[in-house]
């Protein structure tokens, strides 16, 4: 019974920044890699960021890269999303969640997934 509990989502002018935060209640969290994805109304749930179980390690959609960054926190059992220089294009709903194999960009690479923190960026 894994559960990753997310928070930070809220609503933001573009250009401004937000840092998303998700909680794993885990014992083993340093033991798998994390991503984030999100999914705008009417849209399909996309990749956006994902780093190592190491933390060493990152990628980035490239709609986001130089802009957003990932990174954890093993002790806190925590990831994070910064979001900097949001655009009204970067609204969405932002899932984390955590690896079990294949590739980082495809959902069913995930066996469990945050609850979904709503990110809306006005012009």
């Known amino acids: 019974q894994v559960q990753l509990v997310q928070s930070g989502g809220g609503l933001v002018q573009a250009g401004d920044s937000l840092r998303l935060s998700c909680a794993a209640s885990?014992?083993?969290?340093?033991?798998?890699?994390m991503g984030w994805f999100r999914q705008a109304p009417g849209k399909e749930r996309e990749f956006v960021a994902a780093l190592s179980w190491s933390g060493s390690s990152t990628y980035y959609a490239d709609s986001v890269k130089g802009r957003f960054t990932v990174s954890r926190d093993n002790a806190k059992n925590t990831v994070y999303l910064q979001m900097n220089s949001l655009k009204p294009e970067d609204t969405a709903v932002y899932y984390c969640?955590?690896?079990?194999?294949?590739?980082?960009?495809?959902?069913?690479?995930?066996?469990?997934w945050g609850q979904g923190s709503q990110v809306t960026v006005s012009s």
């Open positions: 885990g014992r083993r969290f340093s033991s798998y890699a």
């Open positions: 969640a955590r690896h079990s194999d294949g590739s980082y960009a495809n959902t069913a690479s995930y066996d469990y």
